[in-house]
């Protein structure tokens, strides 16, 4: 069966901490993987991966994926209070299949 | 530009009733995908259309259907409301389809459905 697992759930750090928040998938048939920041109710896209080994980079955020092992994950850098947010991974498969995990929740105290 | 509208944004039914969804992509794309998300089962996805077809569809029931209109315009419906179908009801446009970059999916604010 095809999914996708972020861990942690949950998270709670101080402002300017260092972050990174992690996404495992099996799902066959792999095109791409992608991360997504969701405030109070609507997803908005922040990068999309398909080769191993390649950071992307924007800002304090970036991401990696690893194709072999299956996984990407999020790093977050000088963490701040706009940070806060679920933190969604989706991996899209050929034939427009999409498979979301259920997120990470975020939140940066002052 | 206009992101995308959802209407309405929040909706009480009752269980056995039918409801409707709304979804106004932005203007030019073509794909509209229709979400559900729950506390339990995070996003899962429902169905795509693209230029009026049904593209792609998700693990749901009979009960949940959509359709697309000429100007893209796509509207969600669920027969025989369960309580199980309370969520948030996100839509999501692109020009071509799922994907970031130029592909980019756009998400809509949502509809709060909760069945009583």
């Known amino acids: 069966e095809d999914k996708v697992v972020q861990s942690p759930l949950s998270l709670v750090v101080h402002e300017g901490d260092t972050v990174t928040l992690n996404c495992s998938y099996e799902?066959?048939?792999?095109?791409?993987l992608l991360w997504y920041k969701q405030e109070k109710k609507t997803p908005t896209f922040l990068f999309m991966l398909t080769s191993s080994g390649i950071e992307k980079k924007s800002g304090r955020l970036s991401s990696i994926l690893d194709k072999k092992e299956l996984f990407s994950i999020l790093n977050i850098t000088a963490t701040q209070t706009g940070d806060s947010a679920v933190y969604l991974c989706?991996?899209?498969?050929?034939?427009?299949?999409?498979?979301f995990g259920t997120g990470t929740s975020l939140t940066v105290i002052p | 530009k206009a992101g995308v509208t959802q209407t309405p944004r929040y909706l009480i039914k009752t269980r056995g009733q039918q409801v409707t969804l709304s979804c106004s992509p932005i203007s030019g794309h073509r794909s509209v995908s229709w979400y559900q998300q729950t506390p339990g089962q995070g996003l899962q996805f429902l169905f795509e259309y693209f230029s009026e077809t049904q593209r792609n569809k998700g693990n749901f029931p009979g009960r949940f259907s959509g359709r697309q209109f000429s100007n893209s315009r796509s509207e969600m419906n669920v027969s025989t409301l369960e309580l199980g179908d309370s969520a948030l009801y996100l839509c999501?446009?692109?020009?071509w389809g799922f994907g970031g970059g130029l592909n980019e999916q756009f998400f809509g604010p949502g509809t709060r459905l909760t069945v009583l």
């Open positions: 799902v066959t048939n792999f095109r791409s």
């Open positions: 989706a991996v899209e498969a050929s034939g427009n299949q999409f498979y």
């Open positions: 999501a446009s692109s020009f």
